[in-house]
């Protein structure tokens, strides 16, 4: 049998149920690994600990499958936890007026390295890790049963399995995509998107509730939303009764979509605008031009994925925070956050609280965001809380 023994003291993580084993923690293994494959694990006294899966290439070198030696890891073990992850989503009574959310969230479902999506009939799977590339053919026959989903369509395409020494892998795994463009429903908002070249799946379902947040404030107000994307908080800012919107991203594509989910929404014309340019330089012009906004938006890209990249991405983070402050009216309110994992939310509270000081204005937090609860966060994972925000206001 495959087995790897941890070296002495190394196994205190796994017993408060800490998923990862890295290579530094092996003393020694058994059997012929290969990439994917179930590992016995075993304390330095070869006391068994539970299943994980073989990782050669990762620093992460087994992810644990389970902390019950007794379990056997196969089909029906990921049915159980597949099952308990979709009862959680029914559980949490979305809206009915949803219907794209995340199905699984990786460790914090007890799956690492899996990531589904479900936008309405159409389900987008990211594999991330060497143990759940082994079980993706046989799971998404699982996937497509128990969901009764039309397709399945596979975006391992994320930066992070070059870590696991595993290719780029995109497409159509089961069933097939609808014609024409695919549709979500988001609170009884429309939006279009695309699953096949978006980012991530496809759309920032992790923002829906911060999204509505902003809706609720945004009546008369100009608006300045900074990394747009396809418009997510445009078109919920013009709901809520936004004067104006004028949305920023350097991706024309994005920007494109934008426009249509605006149009698909019966909005009223003539209120938003899209604008095409790296935020950071925009910011400096509006700031020499001395504009002036009610309410501004940042919701960058993950600037530091690791703790390691923490310090360049603070400067990121403070630059725009900083720039942003001086552009909101008196009275204005910023929806400021981070995606990345490798900043905490007192780092980044800190880092704003830098900004605002730097910028010489008089800022208090009004409200705290994090992702959406289909994104939970397993208390034995706190790296599964990646998304944080604030609400200042000025
Ligand atoms: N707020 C969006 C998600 C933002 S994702 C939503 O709710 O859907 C981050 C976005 O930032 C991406 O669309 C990416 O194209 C854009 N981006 C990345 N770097 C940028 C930069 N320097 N200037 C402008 N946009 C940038």
Redesign the pocket.
Known sequence: MNSLKLKPGREKSLLRRHPWIFASAIDQTSGRLEAGETVQVLSHQGEPLGWAAWSPDSQIRARMWSFDPADAIDLDFFRQKLQRAFQLREALALDPLTNAYRLVHAESDGLPGLILDRYGDVLVMQCLTAGMEAWREPLADVLMEMTGAACLYERSDADVRSLEGLPERTGVLRGRLPAGSLLLREHGLQFQVDVQKG?KTGF?LD?RDN?ARLQAVARGRTVLNC????G??AVYALVGGAASVLS????AE?LALGRVNVALNSLPEGRDTWLE????QVLRQMRDQARRFDLIVL???KFAPTVAQAERAARGYKDINLLALKLLAPGGLLFTFSCSGGVSPELFQKIVAGAALDAGVDARIVGVMAQGPDHPVALNFPEGAYLKGLILSV
Request: proline share 9%; no cysteine.
């Open positions: 980012h920032y923002q999204r990394f747009a994307y396809t997510g908080f920023v991203d350097s991706s994005a340019g790296d935020v950071f919701d960058p890209p």
